[in-house]
């Protein structure tokens, strides 16, 4: 590679020069790339957060979709969960009962939903939780809950903490309802992330089988998917297969929308500061036209000792683009090293502004991560190349028509 085109631009830079209005002209470009650079390469890694974020606290805390039989349905619940083991992309499939229910303990009382589940190994992967044998549900012993952190916080309980719960019981000989009352041992506290989960108690699917007696009203599947971003796909195609009249809906269908406005922010984001990268190297563009017009005595002394114009458009092409690729870099290294000691700077933040509103906010609690791309990287920074060598051209084009001749006879 011939690297006498660098060298020379190099020389031309390092030349004393005593404009210092250019000078500062080239400062500030420099900072506004670095500031563009900075600001894109953290707003992509918080997008990439979240998008993780969005996918560790809703779907691991949803189920991927939902079956429900209808009064046209041929087949019970027991029927379809045996039918879905037969496809592989359905992971994992369950009954479940979704009541209301108040908590009552200390004169304190708390309106939530309760929801059933039968398979804890699952549960306790789903909410992140530690499963220990012997350390929890006993099949025989129904009378036990688990509570979001939010209610164990609101009602000032623990683990292991007595509470009761009052279920209003519909009878279907007498067609009345009544209220059930029964006491309940809180076996664990799960993170609650927000109002998704925070109003929620789990218990055992056959705390309902045995005293509200609605194991034949059971007419609910969730299921989990191998693939969550195709689960409208994957369900559709096992209830074509199972062959009877089912109503189905996954998560996509209340919540896809977060991530398509998450992409279309992102795009947002990214050409609002790409305009901004290309109003600097408009600014630096426009340095090497006043530069060329200073260095006419130069150039024609390089085409006089027979530089040809490709040389001299890749000199004053790198010229212009050593301030871009600068302050690209300087960009780059503040946002990566931000990003990797991004725990360490909020945790000063946190102790330096105690009472800060901003940091308090629920969506730095829970939703703010910087997770750093390796491909965000490289599109940032070979964008901002290819913006300055198209800004950057004309300067570089307007030095190679310069005639020799011409300028040597001034001199």
Known sequence: MN??????????????????TLFLISILSKIGISVSVFVLIISFSAFNGFQILLN????????????????????????????LKFFPEITYAEPYILTNGLLLINNKTKLIEIKSFSNIKNFKKKFSLQYKKNDFFNKNNTHEIILSSYLAKYLSIKKGSSINLIILNKNEKHFAFHLRYFPLKVTDVFESHGMLDSNIGYVPFNFFKKHLAINNAVNSIEL???NPLNANQIIINVAKKIKTP?????????????????????AIIYIALLLLVIISSFSIASISLMTISKKTQEIAILRSIGANNFLVQV???????????????IGLCIGIITILNFKSILYFLEKCFKQNILLDNIYYNNFLLLKLNTLDVIIIFTSTIIVGIITNWYPAYYASQINPSVILKEY
Do not use: C, M
């Open 3 to 20: 690297f006498l085109p660098f060298l020379i631009a190099e020389r031309l830079y390092l030349k004393k020069n005593k404009n210092y």
């Open 56 to 83: 560790q606290k809703i779907l691991s805390g949803l189920p991927h979709g939902v079956i429900q039989l209808t009064d046209q349905s041929l087949l019970k619940w027991q029927d379809i969960i045996k039918k």
């Open 224 to 226: 989990n998917t191998s």
């Open 315 to 329: 000199i004053f092409l790198y010229y212009g683009l050593r301030s871009i690729i600068i302050g690209s870099l």
């Open 246 to 266: 089912l109503l189905i809906y996954t998560w996509i269908n209340s919540y896809k929308n977060i991530y398509e406005d998450v992409k279309k922010i992102k």
